[in-house]
Structure formats: C-alpha cells, structure tokens
C-alpha cells in the first residue's frame, strides 16, 4: 500500500530507516543534492515550456518534463522544491500567454495563475504522499492527482478544457484512440503515468531487479493502450463514401478594403456601439467587400462540387437590417446548387451590447435550418451567450450540427451533438497569430471522443477537416495564402457513437476518488510522522 515504507534503501534522497519527511534534507546534505537540484529544475523547466499545448509544443517534451521535476521535487525541503516547481509552471503559462497577446486580458491572467496552481498539485501530492512509499503503487499517485486537476479545473474555471497534458498528443493517433473511453484525461494519465514510473526508476537507480516490476506493469499497460488504438484504427477505419465539404475564408484584399472604408468612416467604426449609430448606408457599403466575397467563394465552391460550405466566425458583419438580404443570397446559391451553407457573421443589433456571433444553416431548399448564437465568448468578446443548446438537422450525409469557435472547448456543449446522433459537426472559428494551431490539434480530440467528423473553418489560424477517428483530411493555413480555402472529401460514417459519449467523464471522476483516498493517506501519514519521535529522542 501506498503508506508502507519499502524495505531496502530507496536511494539518494529516501533512506529506508528515517522518518517519513526527513529522509530528503539529509538525503540533499550527504549526497551533495543541491547542484543536482538546479540542473534538475533548468531541465524540466526547458522541458516544460515547449510541452505547454501551445503552437510550437513538442509532444516528447510532455513525457519528459515531469520526470525531471518530479526529482528536484525531492531532492529539495518540501516548501523550497515544491514552490520552485510552482514558479516553473507558472513562467511556463506566462511565456505561452506573451506570445499569444492574452497576457494583457486581466481575467485570463487569473484564470492562468489558478491553472498554475492547480498543475503544481500533483507534484505537491507525489512529493507529501508518494515519497512515504517504495512500492510501485506509489508510481499512480501524480497521474490520478493530475486527471483530477484537470477534471475540476475543466468543470469549475469556466475557461474550457484548456490545460490537459493529453492535449500535446494530438499527433499520436494510435494513443488518441484512448480518448474515444476515456476523453482526454486518459491521455493525459497515460503520459503522467510513465513520466511518474521513470522517476521511480531513476529513483532506486535502474536496477533492474528493484524495478522490473513496475516498469513491465507499466510498459504492458501502454503497449495494450497503443495495440488496441492500433487495431481500432484499422478494423473501425472510416467508411469509403464521402461528402466534399469547402471551408471558406473571404480573401485578403476584401479584408483590407473593409478595414480602410470603416477607418476613413471615421468615429471609431470598430466599436459596435458606434457602427450601429453610424449612416448604415456608409456600414453598408464598408462591410460589403467581405460579406460579398464569401458569397462568391459560397458559389464557386459549390459549381467545384462541394455539398457542404462553411463560412469562418464573425469575418463578416452585418447590420440586423441587412441579414435577411445577404441570407436569400446565399439561399439563391443553395437552391441552385443544391449545397448545405453555415454561414456565420457578426450581426450588429441596435440593443446593448450591439453584437451577436452567430451561424446560420441554410439547406439546399434555401431555408433556415436554424440559427445559433455563441454559446462560450471569450474574455475579449463583449456578446451576450446563447442558450446553449446545439442544433441538429438531418442531411443525406448524416445529422449536421454546428458550435462556434471556442464552444468546442467545453466537453459537455460538444456532448449534445453526440448525443443527437450528429455525424458531422461544422465549427465557424476565428483564430488569431499565435494562437493558430491550438484549437485545429484539439479538434483531433473532439473527434475521436464523440465518434463525429469536425469541419473547423477558421480564418487568422488553421482550418482542419478530421475524421471520427482523429485523421486529418483536409487543412488551410490563413497565414500561408492569400485566400484561405479548406477543400476535403470527409468520410460519411455511420453513426456508432464511443463509449466516452455513453459513460462521460467516469474515467475523470475515479480519478477524483482517488484524489480523496490520496489526501486521506498524506492525513494519516502526517499523523504518523507527528507521533515518531526524533533520532535519540528517548526517555533520558
């Protein structure tokens, strides 16, 4: 059990016959741990910073660093190495924040630092709970502890599920296939798990005899996650039929003729409240290079043979007046061409606060198969949420559903779609640099968690079209073309739904209990070490 002490000396930093908390200060005095304990934190602090789920993450770095922290943790007097371990992942959050520009936005920077907090807790357990054990059960402390920081953190902050350390293996498909019975924070586990028993290895000095145990444990565990990833891959593979879906993106030069005309407008046209009290003849027509370009793309894709186009979040505006004409447009367009349009656009109202982000779904009948407003704004989007309720719609290619942008960060928004048997969902994004790949790698995750194809159109980033099982079928880079076009022929798959869509988020709430059984033994061993009484510490 995790509160039994391993008989033989569990090497430098844990002697086998001190008390529990003490081992490590002489551990650090004999062995000489304190410029081990610094090269320890620069590696894992290298280590940590690439291994954020960032735009220029490595997927190696996520295995690593852990490992290396983990040690220094150790190494160091609780209150020293765990709070070093703190500054770590929190310089780590911030370089991340700095490159994306978010460090400016008040709210994201509190949220970062409670993120922060809540992934040094792991360690903080490991090092007050774990180190008191040499059995390799010890090994499960950091993982259950980490799922369940990232379960609460997830439900809790109000910020999506940004933060999950399975996130940076989005490129590992035969590992992300765990995430259609777990979700993510099976992945996440599974790379905490082995970072975790390669400390405990390091730890007793890769003897081979003190840890083949628990590195076969370990080892048998990740080749039955990865074998059976392999073989869904290939035995569940995506059906041959296809739909030819078209992202599009209006291009540049509509883009620039729309910001100089709402600048010479002058006032301030950027600001909503402005925009809808201005001349809308002179809105109009400086709204206009966008919205027109989009419905020309909306044409031309559809004469290329695309049955389904889907048009980027807010990249056009519309005064509410003007909504029903650029929707008949595009109705024109669907009747003819027989195509399913998601148009998306920000629609200027005259009520506070002056915007809607919304998207709208016009059928092949040239009606209105609904129209949905953002559900999740981010902290920069002055918008009144949406209901929160996904709408679905049959198709000859399956039932269609769409979110907006950063709604597909919230597992349970997504879950509706799953839910409701929805076999493609078409997600109206809009990125900005810096920020441009993070969510098109998290729509591998989505994907293969609830068994839907993802269309994510998203001007200023990456858009990707993925399959159920986490393939990339299609992607268009914003910042590499002059005009952005996702063009992809997404598999038509029979909707089976996953077992995550079924049984939630099981996977993380045992996690949780575990959490509670891991406090209740750091209790009770506290308890304990306050009750042993210090060396000599006899009856004089």
Not at 281 to 288: F, G, N, S, W
Not at 431 to 453: I, M, N
């Amino acid at each position: 059990m995790l509160g039994i002490r391993e008989r033989r000396g569990a090497g430098a930093g844990e002697g086998g016959g001190q008390a529990p908390g003490r081992e490590q200060g002489k551990g650090e005095r004999t062995a000489g741990a304190r410029p081990a304990g610094r090269w320890l934190w620069g590696a894992g602090a290298a280590l940590l910073i690439p291994a954020v789920h960032s735009n220029w993450h490595l997927a190696a770095a996520a295995w690593l660093f852990p490992v290396f922290l983990l040690r220094y943790a150790r190494l160091r007097p609780a209150r020293h190495g765990l709070l070093r371990v703190g500054y770590a992942l929190g310089l780590a959050q911030l370089a991340w924040l700095v490159s994306t520009g978010m460090v400016f936005v008040p709210s994201v920077l509190a949220v970062f630092a409670v993120l922060a907090v809540v992934q040094t807790l792991p360690f903080v357990a490991d090092r007050l709970v774990a180190a008191r054990s040499g059995s390799v059960w010890s090994t499960l402390v950091f993982p259950v502890v980490l799922v369940c920081g990232e379960y609460l953190f997830t439900r809790l902050a109000g910020f999506g599920d940004y933060g999950a350390l399975g996130f940076t293996q989005h490129a590992f498909l035969p590992l992300v296939q765990l995430a259609s019975v777990t979700g993510v924070y099976g992945v996440s586990f599974v790379v905490a798990w082995t970072a975790s028993v390669a400390h405990w290895a390091w730890q007793r000095g890769f003897r081979w005899r003190e840890i083949r145990r628990g590195v076969v444990v370990c080892a048998g565990v990740l080749a039955l996650v990865l074998g059976a990833g392999g073989v869904r891959l290939v035995a569940f593979a995506p059906t041959t039929k296809t739909v030819r879906v078209a992202g599009i993106s209006a291009g540049r030069g509509a883009e620039r003729a729309t910001e100089r005309a709402l600048h010479t407008a002058g006032t301030e046209l950027w600001r909503p409240r402005n925009l809808v009290r201005a001349d809308p003849r002179r809105v109009r027509a400086a709204l206009a290079p966008v919205a027109d370009d989009l419905v020309a793309a909306t044409d031309r894709e559809a004469r290329a043979g695309a049955r389904i186009v889907v048009w980027p979040e807010t990249q056009a505006r519309v005064l509410a007046a003007d909504r029903e004409r650029l929707l008949a447009r595009v109705a024109g367009i669907a009747r003819k061409r027989q195509v399913y349009v998601d148009t998306a656009f920000a629609l200027y109202t005259p009520r506070p606060p002056h915007v809607r982000n919304v998207a709208t779904l016009v059928t092949p009948e040239g009606k209105v198969a609904w129209t949905y407003d953002k559900t999740h704004p981010t902290p920069m989007e002055p918008m009144t949420p949406g209901t929160g309720e996904v709408p679905v719609t049959g198709s000859p290619y399956g039932r269609l559903a769409t979110v907006i942008c950063y709604d597909a960060d919230f597992p349970a928004l997504m879950r509706q779609a799953a839910d409701r048997g929805t076999g493609l969902i078409m997600v109206p994004a809009n990125d900005w640099a810096g920020f441009e790949s993070l969510h098109a790698q998290r729509a591998v995750f989505r994907s293969v968690e609830y068994g839907y194809a993802m269309v994510r159109q998203s001007v200023h980033g990456v858009a990707t079209a993925v399959d159920h099982q986490g393939r990339i079928r299609g992607s268009a880079d914003y910042f590499t073309a002059d005009r952005q076009t996702l063009v992809a022929e997404v598999p038509v798959q029979p909707r089976t739904g996953t077992l995550y869509s079924r049984t939630g988020d099981l996977f993380a709430l045992l996690c949780a209990g575990g959490t509670l059984l891991v406090v209740a033994l750091g209790v009770r061993g506290r308890r304990s070490a306050a009750g042993v009484p210090a060396a000599g510490g006899g009856r004089r």
